[in-house]
């Protein structure tokens, strides 16, 4: 069985000499920063020994691999997660504060890996986390981005993007992988050519073309040895100057590669309302992806002789549409570069090549421009061509005389490449991220797909990391956990913590697990004062909504129902009201005009609410700048509340219901994505649900016959929060600076229905479950045990299981590795 040994001595040592050799200084002079380099440095260094036996064991088992490919990997900061999955926290904690150093001093020195923004990039860190934990073979593919997404900056109550320079000091926890440099090739013309069989062979000239530069970073699992990898590409250029156009005077030309590559790499996501942006956006696409695959077929080669094989050794995972140049990448790299013949390499690819969908509106299913995509990606399109050719040849032979299939299945149509199209016709698996998501998948949206591949469907419910999300994020509890089960082992096992259900009944337990949430709020409260300057009561309801900001997750909705109950105080100054404080956070794309929109009307409604002395501090409002994992740990951990209010049948899962139902929070949300499952695992009774069904919000949208000026006319208290969007309330006057938001709920939207988010029509619904959240609350032992039973319900939605059934009915990947050796 595999056995850490931390030994501190050494361990002390290797810092010190870190401090030394890096900065030329002793421990007590030195700068948090540069003790942060140091330490982190010595841990790498431990991890390098896990990471290099792994890759042996994986040699000698000769194991499948997983190639995970993502645009995005959110994966927090690295020392004290790498910490616990060593199972070196206290030690290494102890160790430091015998030479002066504080590890939580340490940990807040650390930048978020500016890898990721949103659920999309967060799940595949956890799967990642899962994955090395469970002991099965896998690699992160991605891109290493300069400046990620942005970093949030509000002024003025605006969102202002500046750049996230995470690598302006070297990231201590990457390795540069210069033998891994892969020729990424855009543009240019295909010339054919046959060789003496007459067997034809593509060739691409007048290219321009950029170096993929391979950054690994150690993925550690928890307490047993295995260190995947997270392998993000940098780019680089073939040449950095070239001398002959900047001597005939082209300085442009002298530069062309070089800006080619810092382009691709410099932010997650770019605006792609231009063209450029579009272009630089698909750019970024292919070049990870060629990188990835290119690598994966020639490390499989170093091992096996026939290309056949190679699905019984390697698997796909496309995270969202992203990726899925994988499918048509694949093709070229076994067609063009190793000889195979079209039906060969189609059956390879089409059984190694897995798609998980992660949205249900079909605008944000990716489509791309035939005359850029072709122009950017010639042989590439080329492939996609064909395979189109033949799919369509396999609808009409399906359905016959179904035109209407072959419209909305085929892969170029209407003057675009439909990427999901794609991915579903290559795949061999596709996939549904909640129940209720597969569902409408099947029935709706890609209903024609599932007609003629139910074979290839499933779902995969997600599930969020608890060694990150507990064990990290919420030592106070996780310590409890531990306590009250007598084990450690739900930390590999989270469906252990089914055994905490019995304590709900204890009263003595619920004063405990209050008392921790209590601990836990006015850490939140604290770190809200330090950042936001708002003071903040920690005996009121922390009614917390985190996420990405979309209209369909309706923020928008929180907001409004915030001035509905604010207008009441003020014309009720006479009732009784319970102190909430509702806390956000969220970042906009930066050309998503609108959602900027409801960040500003947060933070306007903050200023007048938070600065009106006559209500007493009944309600504050706090948005909580740069929302990312670090301090997203602090939010799940000190919540009350979870608000997960999207409109029913638009989120896929969500993540973030996970991490706050294990951290105690009930959850006030429609029944939408993995709320459904969540409601069953821990019983309606112990959450508050409102709203339309999917069923309903469907029906609405099919027949186009609601109306919301109706309920805007017809109740004067919806008429009048609708109206201070322009009667300068929260404007200082200006009746036009939330106009778009006020049209947006009373004028229809292009071809469509007025309010499509079906604000004012949940409205109410919205506003009395949230009132019977408040008197819940004011029950101190019911609320107690609805807190407990949640975290007590929420073993269902650890990564863990979620990767479980990806190994079981996709990847295919065997027995898990175990590491037998000690440590010596």
């Known amino acids: 069985m595999y056995n850490p040994r931390f030994e501190k001595t050494k361990f002390q040592n290797e810092v010190i000499r870190n401090v030394k050799s890096l900065f030329r200084k002793d421990v007590e002079e030195a700068s948090k920063e540069e003790l942060f380099q140091a330490v982190s440095f010595a841990v790498k260094e431990a991890v390098m020994d896990d990471w290099l036996a792994t890759r042996k064991l994986y040699r000698k088992t000769d194991c499948k691999t997983v190639y995970y490919m993502s645009m995005e990997f959110l994966l927090g900061r690295a020392l004290g997660n790498n910490l616990i999955n060593m199972m070196a926290f206290s030690e290494v904690k102890e160790a430091l504060e015998e030479i002066g150093i504080d590890i939580n001093v340490m940990e807040d020195q650390e930048p978020d890996p500016a890898l990721g923004n949103g659920g999309l990039g967060r799940l595949a860190a956890c799967f990642m986390d899962s994955l090395s934990t469970l002991g099965y073979a896998a690699y992160g593919c991605g891109i290493r981005y300069h400046y990620g997404m942005f970093k949030q900056k509000i002024e003025d109550g605006y969102q202002v993007e500046v750049p996230d320079n995470w690598l302006k000091n070297e990231y201590p926890f990457e390795l540069k992988r210069n033998e891994y440099k892969k020729e990424i090739k855009f543009g240019g013309d295909i010339r054919v050519v046959y060789d003496e069989k007459g067997n034809p062979e593509f060739v691409q000239e007048n290219y321009n073309s950029v170096m993929a530069v391979a950054y690994d970073m150690p993925m550690v699992g928890y307490g047993n040895g295995i260190v995947n990898t997270l392998r993000t590409w940098d780019a680089e250029p073939i040449v950095d100057f070239n001398l002959d156009s900047f001597e005939d005077g082209n300085f442009h ?163 675009q490449v439909k990427m999901a199209n794609l991915a579903i016709a290559v795949s061999f698996s596709v996939n549904g991220v909640a129940r209720l998501h597969t569902e409408i998948l099947e029935t709706r949206e890609l209903k024609d797909f599932y007609d003629m591949f139910p074979e290839k469907f499933s779902n995969k419910t997600n599930g969020v990391t608890q060694r990150r999300f507990l064990l990290h994020g919420n030592y106070l509890l996780s310590d409890w956990i531990t306590k009250k089960l007598g084990t450690k082992k739900w930390v590999t096992d989270f469906s252990l913590v089914e055994g905490l259900k019995p304590f709900a009944n204890d009263g003595e337990s619920l004063i405990e697990f209050m008392d921790i949430k209590h601990k836990n709020k006015e850490r939140l409260a604290k770190y809200i004062l330090e950042h936001n300057g708002i003071e903040v009561d920690a005996n009121s309801i922390f009614d917390i909504q985190v996420k990405r900001l979309h209209e369909y997750k309706r923020q928008f909705l929180n907001i409004l129902n915030i001035m509905y109950r604010y207008n009441e105080m003020k014309a009720h100054p006479e009732n009784v009201y319970y102190p909430v404080t509702y806390i956000f956070g969220a970042k906009a794309s930066a050309g998503y005009v609108r959602a900027k929109a409801i960040i500003k009307l947060i933070n306007s409604v903050a200023d007048v609410i938070n600065n009106d002395k006559s209500i007493n501090g009944k309600i504050k409002i706090v948005f909580i700048e740069d929302y990312k994992v670090s301090n997203g740990e602090l939010l799940f951990a000190g919540a009350d509340l979870s608000e997960q209010i999207s409109t029913a049948s638009k989120e896929a899962s969500g993540t973030g219901n996970m991490k706050f139902m294990m951290n105690g929070a009930p959850t006030i949300g429609t029944l939408d994505g993995a709320n459904v499952e969540i409601v069953e695992e821990v019983g309606s009774e112990n959450a508050f649900i409102f709203g339309l069904s999917s069923e309903e919000v469907i029906k609405y949208e099919n027949e186009k016959n609601y109306n919301p000026v109706e309920i805007y006319n017809s109740d004067m208290d919806i008429k009048k929060v609708v109206d201070q969007l322009i009667d300068g309330t929260y404007s200082n006057g200006d009746a036009n600076m939330f106009r778009d938001l006020y049209n947006s709920l009373l004028q229809k939207q292009g071809n469509g229905m007025a309010d499509v988010y079906f604000i004012l029509k949940d409205f109410k619904s919205y506003d009395e479950a949230r009132r019977k959240a408040i008197e819940t609350y004011k029950d101190k032992g019911k609320w107690a045990k609805m807190a407990l039973l949640n975290t007590a319900s929420s073993g269902k939605f650890s990564s863990d299981r979620t990767i479980k059934e990806y190994v079981r009915d996709i990847w295919h990947l065997g027995e898990p590795n175990v590491r037998e050796e000690k440590m010596e």
């Not at 691709?264 to 770019?270: C, D, T």
């Not at 061509?385 to 035109?403: C, H, S, T, W, Y």
């Not at 085929?410 to 003057?415: A, P």
């Open 253 to 415: 030309k002298a530069v062309e590669q070089q800006n080619l590559a810092k382009q691709i790499v410099e932010v997650l996501y770019p605006n792609d309302n231009h063209i450029f942006g579009k272009e630089l956006r698909l750019k970024q696409q292919y070049f990870f992806v060629s990188a990835s695959v290119q690598t994966a077929v020639e490390r499989f080669l170093k091992r096996h002789d026939n290309l056949m094989d190679l699905p019984e050794k390697v698997v796909f995972q496309m995270n969202d549409t992203h990726p899925t140049m994988a499918t048509a990448e694949l093709m070229r790299v076994l067609l063009d570069d190793y000889g195979l013949g079209w039906d060969d390499a189609f059956a390879i690819t089409s059984k190694c090549v897995a798609y998980t969908n992660h949205t249900i509106m079909s605008e944000a299913l990716e489509k791309w421009p035939i005359d850029l995509f072709s122009r950017l990606l010639p042989r590439i399109y080329q492939i996609i061509q064909e395979i189109d050719r033949r799919f369509v040849l396999a609808i009409q032979a399906k359905f016959p005389g179904d035109n209407n299939k072959i419209a909305k299945m085929q892969i170029l149509r209407d003057g």
